[in-house]
C-alpha cells in the first residue's frame, strides 16, 4: 500500500471521525476538523507557476519511490532499481534548481508526517480530545517550513549520534 492510499484511507478515516462528533454537538471542533480534511485537499504552494508545480510533483514522487526502493532488504534488483531511480532524482534536482528542490523535500516530508498523524488518529478511539490534538498537530505540521525541516533532521542525527 502507498503512501497515497494510506492518505485516503486516513482521510476516509477523519471524514468519518468528523461525521460521528457532528452528532455529539461540538460544532467547533467538527468545523475545525472539517477545515482540516480541505487543508489536505490544497496545496501549500500556491505562489508556483503551473511548470514549476508539475517539476515539484514529480520531484516529490521520485522522492517517494527512491524511498521506498532503499528500505531494508530486496536483494540486487531492488538495488539496481534504487540506483537508477536515484540517478533519476539527480537529474530532476538539476533541472528543478534549489528552491524547487526544497519545496519538494518538505511536501515530501509533510505528506509523510501528515500520513503518519492520521493512521494513529485512525487507529484510536477518535474521542473529541483526540480530535482537538490531532488538529492542534496538523495545524503545525501545515505551517512547517523549511528552516523546521532542517532543524528536525539535525536533531534525528544528534540522536542517532548519542544511540550510536
Known sequence: MSEQDDATAAQASLRKA????????????VQAAQEAV???HE???????????TQIKALVEQIRKLRNLNRPG?????RRRAWRAQGR?????MAAGPELVNEAELRHWKNHLMVELLVEFAGGAMKPDDTATALSRMET?????????QQARKKAADRQAEAG
Open 18 to 29: 468528523v461525521e460521528q462528533l457532528s452528532g455529539d454537538g461540538l460544532g467547533d471542533d
Open 38 to 40: 480541505q487543508a489536505l
Open 43 to 53: 496545496g501549500a504552494g500556491q505562489e508556483w507557476t503551473p511548470e514549476q508545480e
Open 74 to 78: 530486496g536483494g540486487g534488483w531492488r
Open 89 to 93: 532524482l539527480a537529474d530532476l534536482m
Open 141 to 149: 505540521l501545515h505551517a512547517a517550513t523549511y528552516e523546521q525541516l
